[in-house]
């Protein structure tokens, strides 16, 4: 994508628990998979967990049979700079069995998409400095044979209780391709109808390109930056033993001689929302600097692409650009204040003109980001630990003048992207020495009837704003909680009630404030539940009157 947006200036396509050092893990033989891409040969069919993970459909080397020695030194993250290297109709799906009322299901089935005959253009490159080998397309060969997309099936495997179904292609990049939310059946994820390869990911080499699929969903994004390497190649996968109230899926990539990942992805009955958590190994006997970066692809509100009332929910004062397409905003690697520059209001997707990316500057300032169309009344939120996921930045293709959308889809469809990564940005880089391990964990929800939101954590989000009636108080909570919700102006309770609250039943509520409050005070709402433990705890300072 560098490459190509080389003469247009660069651009960018782009928790909380514990960092550790573990030794590098012991992996049991895996069995063979079936071909990539040959999908499942039934529909909806219940995934049988196995103790032993399956590798990718592609030819790796063995998982490491011989465990790095363990280290005991922690080691934080590091952040060593090295030089920057019409509305769509979603993809068709075999229909599924719901999941019963507060418990859990995995199972699998076929997902379709229209796909381009990329893959026989394709040529493998070997990265050396990674010991990372790779498919780059022949684009030139590719165009001249004037490519149309066929319905190509993959297989999904899908977790899902009584708020969301998530979905992973472990064929393709092993990315989560779906987060339906069934309070407002809609799907807040980008998927694209076609796989079309695009002329974006990482920079090209001997007369080939990334072809980067824009296929949707959240990309685990390594060794490097602009999608990484892994995007579009079969990832391995397990399910370990689900119980009706919690299930996993285990993703990885562990070729032996090379960097590691492996994701889990759980779902729990009973909440709206689903943990991430990541786990880096350096399985070999040299220190390794690399980059990584997760990739949401957005598009909230049912329609298949972002509305002009997105907002991006970044808490931070200043950005720093790393590509635009606007020459009234400053030049990449230059500042830029947030969230209004010059007069506009950049939170708002629809006050963009050209496509945008950047980084929150210095770093992340605050362990939540997302987005949220007030439109739809609904968006995303990304909780995570700030001092090990050190870098946030969104990417849009633009709107009042955007990217084309024909460069990555055939239907006009288009997403904003939500970028996490261990480092500040894409100049900069972590390490890790020879068999040690860096792990954390994220908690990621879809949100909705609150307005927008201020603040989040793994418990739910919250919305706060003065009105001429009063202060509006709004929570979406992950899981139905009862508790005591009280709300305090300048150290004061003006309000104190219980609450019985769900995802689908969010609280949102305007409450008169005493006419004597000043001008500007901090406001401050705690949450707590049954038991007197605290679910919120939030304050700002905010104009009352």
Aim: hydrophobic share 40%; proline share 12%; charged share 15%.
């Amino acid at each position: 994508m560098t490459a190509w947006l080389a003469a247009a200036g660069r651009r960018l396509v782009m928790a909380g628990l514990a960092l550790a050092v573990l030794s590098a893990c012991q992996q049991a033989t895996p069995a063979p998979p079936g071909p990539a891409g040959a999908g499942v040969t039934a529909p909806a069919t219940e995934v049988v967990p196995s103790a032993t993970p399956a590798p990718p459909t592609a030819t790796p080397a063995p998982p490491t049979a011989t465990p790095a020695p363990p280290t005991e030194t922690p080691i934080p993250p590091t952040a060593t700079p090295i030089p920057p290297t019409a509305t769509p109709v979603p993809p068709p799906v075999t229909p599924a069995p719901p999941a019963p009322a507060a418990t859990v299901s995995v199972y699998e089935r076929q997902i379709t998409f229209g796909a381009y005959p990329y893959a026989a253009f394709q040529r493998k490159v070997t990265d050396p400095l990674f010991n990372w080998t790779w498919p780059m397309l022949d684009r030139a060969a590719y165009a001249a044979t004037a490519p149309q997309p066929t319905p190509q099936t993959w297989r999904e495997i899908v977790l899902e209780n009584e708020f969301l179904r998530l979905g992973v292609l472990p064929d393709l990049g092993g990315r989560l391709i779906e987060c339906f939310y069934k309070p407002t059946q809609h799907q807040v994820f980008y998927r694209n109808p076609v796989l079309k390869p695009s002329p974006w990911g990482p920079p090209g080499r001997d007369g080939l390109e990334a072809g980067w699929l824009a296929a949707g969903g959240v990309e685990w994004g390594l060794p490097v930056e602009e999608h990484g390497y892994a995007w579009g190649s079969p990832w391995g996968f397990d399910t370990p033993q689900p119980s009706p109230d919690e299930a996993t899926i285990t993703i990885f990539q562990e070729s032996q001689g090379r960097l590691q990942i492996s994701v889990d992805i759980t779902l729990r009955a009973g909440e709206a929302a689903f943990s991430v958590r990541t786990r880096l190994t350096n399985p070999t006997d040299q220190p390794v600097t690399f980059k990584y970066w997760v990739n949401a692809m957005l598009a909230p509100g049912g329609g298949n692409r972002p509305g002009p009332e997105l907002r991006l929910i970044l808490p931070a004062s200043e950005v720093t650009v790393h590509s635009t397409g606007d020459t009234s905003l400053p030049a990449a690697d230059q500042a830029m204040t947030w969230p209004v520059y010059q007069g506009r209001d950049l939170s708002r997707l629809g006050n963009w003109r050209q496509y945008l990316g950047f980084f929150a500057r210095p770093a992340a300032g605050a362990s939540f980001a997302g987005v949220y169309d007030l439109a739809a009344d609904e968006g995303l939120v990304r909780v995570f630990p700030a001092d090990v996921m050190r870098g946030v930045k969104f990417f849009g293709l633009g709107w009042s003048d955007p990217l084309p959308a024909s460069l990555y889809t055939d239907d006009g469809s288009g997403y904003l992207e939500m970028h996490g990564g261990l480092a500040p940005t894409f100049a900069d880089s972590v390490s890790l020495r020879a068999g040690e391990t860096l792990y954390w964990e994220e908690t990621w929800f879809p949100v909705a009837g609150i307005g927008t939101f201020v603040y989040a954590n793994q418990d739910g989000a919250v919305n706060l704003r003065a009105t001429a009636q009063g202060l509006q108080v709004a929570f979406f909570p992950v899981r139905h909680l009862r508790g005591t919700l009280t709300v305090s102006v300048a150290g004061a309770a003006i309000a104190s009630q219980p609450v019985t609250l769900s995802p689908a039943q969010p609280f949102d509520q305007v409450i008169a404030a005493p006419g004597d409050v000043p001008a500007r005070a901090v406001v401050s709402v705690q949450l707590l539940d049954a038991d007197g433990a605290a679910i919120l705890q939030f304050e700002q300072e905010m104009t009352l009157r």
